[in-house]
């Protein structure tokens, strides 16, 4: 082995320990609580049904580990392995079996810590009703059903019991700790409702749940009167205060249920071990349906949140469709004059390049207006096949100037090509606001990385996952971090929705226009908190459907539509139809220096009295004007058309279309395209 070999091993060496040493803390702690409450139950007259009911140590240490990262299992499940053994110390069970039993607890609570974090939720959370069934049945049912199976066995060959007996009493007990106490404690640990729990939404159920089994106790009310008292209010505390309300009162009324029937009170502890049989289904049933009932409920805001984003969107785009619709006739304005203008100055006038920069604005102008029509679903969606990697490079290189000072912007691209179908411009632009939004915030690095998995796996512990869109099945996916203080909780839920920003001088569309191109594609964005790496990092992370079409040769160069060296027409007949006067004005002067004998034409009758005395050799109108050219396709079948804009009409055999605004060499292109169809 060379010598430099443990010096390289040293930095992964180095972060188990730390690793170790910050979770061997709260690893004494839950030792401790593991030994507190495990200790009582060593001679309990109802051992062998209550026992693994007022037994919330597993529940409570598989609640624990959940959310911790898996490099910090080890000092849990070791402190609770010698917190079983020193809790076996106060019976006089031998110490073979006590290792027995104690090494099944660290193998219940492991299995059922993986169980959850891997298939269920990797922070914890109890949102969808898909998560709470995969809950149910892996812990309760699954995990607890192995846990009992290996107890059963061990009690049956250590003290001669029968097997079925044994195993039944531990799986509903069991499972039903893990049942009412796992989202409880889940629940209360919810880094985004830190301090809320003490409120009077989630305090108060629980008060009524306890007054109930107290009143039953003191009245001698039946099973039947409390069971149905207790669902009523379970069911209110679901409905108003969610689920940590929910599970919260379903906890207490499973404490008092049990002290009860452990003090021989209540209507429980008359009939025997009938009686605590009913009281186990009776609070599995009740939980079930007060977490259901939560959780449902919660989907069913989610979604409503969903479609008042969706309004916002719609009416943004409206509202922004609208201006820049009217705006597009400003700069097409502007641009043919500056186009003409160019034309009558010498290449070495003082104005030429005062000229040359008008047309260059008006032509980043058509580009925002542009992305603005295709954001508001208002312009014509041409798509093509990019790769992913093009577009993030051009994006970087157009975020790396706006970094302040001690910002670095990092970019990790696969090997491998990332083919998606959609618009160029719009996914730089999205790329482009993530990098600087990540660069704004960013304490000093700032990572764009890509893939072509389903963008489940970010890297780290993602908590507080907000999604906007749909994530296909099989995602491309780029992903920009930044180790800046991150966001809010309180903000993470609103962070895509039109101006809102908290930054001072925001606009707070960035993220929105980001979500609008992702749905817009077919994709979705999410963000995420990642607090297992050093310096925590904040994500977000946009994922697009892929394509199955093959990406074009790359192009050495841009051909440029340039001035023909001789006129396309000898004085021929083109009508142009446009209600804006000034747009069609530059039309005609363009199409006259084509060598065409421009005929403007403000609406529809004019435009068809225009065709039937003069005879033009070509029609420019509008795309959206679908009964003008369903008339001139009957009148005159080969006239060639250039269509322009958007609008429902399908495509026509001889028909040319161009996109809002375009300028004299886009023109110029169309014409030759569709003179070329009638050769």
């Not at 049990?258 to 605590?276: E, Q, V």
């Not at 049989?277 to 009776?282: E, K, P």
């Not at 607090?531 to 992370?541: D, K, N, Q, V």
């Not at 892929?546 to 027409?569: D, I, M």
Request: charged content about 20%; glycine content about 10%.
């Amino acid at each position: 082995m060379h010598m430099d070999e443990p010096q390289a091993l040293a930095p992964g060496f180095r972060r188990a320990d730390m690793a170790w040493r910050r979770g061997l803390v709260p690893a004494l702690l839950l030792g401790l609580a593991y030994f507190l409450l495990a200790s009582p139950l060593a001679h309990m007259e109802y051992g062998g049904t209550l026992a693994a009911i007022v037994w919330p140590a597993p529940a409570l240490a598989i609640a624990v580990l959940w959310r911790q990262p898996y490099r910090q299992w080890g000092a849990g499940l070791l402190a609770i392995l010698l917190a079983v053994m020193a809790a076996g110390l106060l019976d006089p069970a031998p110490p073979e079996l006590d290792f027995q039993y104690a090494l099944l607890n660290v193998c219940e609570v492991a299995l059922c810590a993986f169980l959850g974090r891997r298939l269920i939720s990797a922070d914890g959370r109890l949102q969808t009703i898909r998560q709470l069934a995969r809950f149910v049945l892996l812990l309760p049912l699954a995990g607890c059903a192995v846990a009992a199976a290996l107890g059963a066995s061990i009690a049956a060959h250590a003290s001669q019991l029968d097997w079925l007996p044994e195993w039944r009493a531990i799986l509903v007990g069991n499972g039903l700790a893990v049942l009412v106490l796992v989202p409880a404690l889940l629940a209360w640990r919810g880094h985004d409702e830190a301090g809320r729990w003490m409120r009077g939404p989630t305090l108060a159920p629980a008060a009524v749940a306890l007054a109930l089994c107290l009143l039953a106790a003191a009245f001698h009310l039946s099973a039947e009167i409390l069971r149905v008292a207790l669902s009523l209010a379970l069911a209110w505390a679901a409905i108003h205060g969610g689920l940590r309300a929910a599970s919260l009162a379903v906890f207490v009324a499973a404490l008092a249920g049990i002290a009860l029937a452990l003090c021989g009170i209540g209507p429980y502890s008359h009939a025997g071990d009938d009686g605590i049989w009913r009281l186990q289904v009776d609070l599995a049933g009740l939980a079930l349906l007060s977490f259901f009932i939560a959780i449902a409920l919660s989907e069913r805001r989610a979604l409503a949140q969903r479609l008042e984003r969706a309004r916002r969107f719609e009416s943004l785009g409206m509202l922004a469709g609208g201006i820049a619709h009217d705006f597009n006739n400003v700069l097409a304005a502007a641009g043919g004059y500056a186009e003409m203008a160019q034309e009558q100055l010498e290449p070495d006038a003082p104005a030429a390049a005062a000229m040359q920069e008008v047309a260059q604005a008006v032509a980043r102008g058509r580009d925002m207006t542009e992305q603005i029509l295709l954001a508001a679903r208002r312009g014509d969606r041409k798509r093509q096949v990019i790769d992913l990697r093009v577009a993030a490079a051009e994006a970087l290189a157009l975020a790396q100037p706006l970094c302040r000072p001690g910002v670095r912007l990092e970019w990790q691209p696969p090997a491998a090509p990332l083919p998606v179908l959609g618009h160029h411009g719009q996914l730089v632009r999205a790329l482009l606001n993530l990098l600087r939004n990540a660069a704004q915030a960013a304490q000093g690095s700032v990572v764009m990385r890509a893939g072509s998995d389903d963008g489940s796996d970010d890297g780290g512990t993602a908590a507080g996952t907000v999604a906007v869109g749909d994530a296909p099945a099989a995602a491309l996916w780029i992903e920009v971090a930044d180790d800046g203080a991150g966001i809010a909780a309180d903000d993470a839920q609103r962070l895509f929705d039109p101006f809102f920003s908290r930054r001072g001088g925001g606009t707070g569309l960035g993220l929105a226009i980001v979500a609008g191109i992702a749905v817009e594609h077919g994709g979705g964005v999410r963000f995420s908190r990642d607090g297992a790496g050093t310096p925590p990092r904040t994500r977000f992370r946009l994922l697009l459907p892929p394509t199955q079409e093959s990406l074009p040769e790359p192009v050495a160069g841009t051909a440029l539509a340039a001035a023909p060296a001789s006129p396309l027409a000898d004085g021929d007949l083109a009508l142009v139809v446009d209600a804006d006067q000034t747009r069609r004005e530059t039309r005609e002067e363009w199409l006259a220096e084509l060598g065409f004998e421009p005929l403007g034409c403000a609406d529809h009758d004019e435009a068809l009295a225009a065709l039937a005395t003069a005879g033009p050799v070509l029609l420019l109108a509008p795309a959206a004007e679908s009964a003008l050219i369903a008339q001139v396709r009957r009148i005159a079948p080969e006239l060639p058309l250039i269509l322009c804009g958007a609008g429902t009409l399908a495509d026509l055999p001889a028909a040319t279309r161009l996109t809002e605004p375009f300028n004299r060499g886009a023109l110029l292109a169309a014409i030759r395209e569709v003179l070329r169809r009638q050769a």
